[in-house]
């Protein structure tokens, strides 16, 4: 896929998703309905507060590119909006789910993916959660990626792609290194030190030889 979410498109995606599947009744949404889902308070991190412009360039942007189609009927005296990147990607309910939440939450470990998507897609258990992200990874491109696991955390975290490639390097966030990745170095460090006090000791045997003779 060449076109790349930016951060409000990502909001925008997530929290269609997140009401097309907890609140059917509701759904499609309005603009109004759509800023106030972006900008609530729970199930969001960060919390926002975008415009009503801002989401519907956003909106207008996804349509374009066919990620949003704009709901008519007999019935509705203001536009609604669907979302239909989940149909165009081909995902399956609990791809659907577990990608709703990272793009609502940002970056998290399958625990805490699977405890949020629950009241999207009931998982099995921890493992099905993993072998879904795992096999979103493992896609061209990948879905999602996962990160090294942070110094004291239970698990590595997973976050989204943004469907086209990996961002420029300046623009990554950075990665704190991981405990393997520390202790890698550590041994490394030792190692090296060991090897300069065995040189320097064999210099000092050699001169008190010279000195001696």
């Known amino acids: 896929m060449q076109a ?23 759904y499609p949404l309005t603009i109004n309905t759509l800023v106030n889902g972006c900008n609530q308070s729970n199930n969001r991190a960060p919390v926002t507060a975008l415009s009503e412009s801002e989401v519907t360039s956003a909106v207008e942007r996804l349509r374009e590119r066919g990620f949003t189609s704009l709901y008519t009927g007999a019935a509705t005296r203001v536009p609604k909006y669907a979302e239909t990147f989940c149909e165009k990607l081909g995902l399956s309910p609990r791809e659907s789910a577990l990608l709703c939440e990272l793009m609502l939450r940002g970056a998290q470990m399958p625990g805490e993916l699977r405890s949020r998507a629950e009241r999207m897609h ?17 896609l061209t ?3 999602v990626v996962q990160l090294p696991r942070e110094a004291g955390a239970r698990a590595a975290k997973w976050q989204h792609m943004l469907f086209g490639g990996e961002l420029p390097a300046a623009d990554a966030p950075a990665l704190p290194p991981s405990k393997a990745d520390r202790e890698t170095a550590l041994v ?17 045997t050699a001169l008190r030889v010279q000195l001696g003779a």
Do not use: N, Q, W
């Open 4 to 26: 790349v979410l930016d951060a409000i498109e990502a909001r925008v995606i997530g929290t269609m998703i997140e009401k097309r599947i907890t609140v059917p009744d509701s």
């Open 122 to 138: 009931a998982f099995a258990d921890l493992a099905e959660v993993e072998i879904t992200l795992k096999a979103m990874g493992e």
């Open 141 to 143: 491109p990948p879905l």
């Open 188 to 204: 490394e460090r030792v190692a090296a030190l060991e090897a300069k006090v065995a040189e320097l000791e064999d210099a000092l």
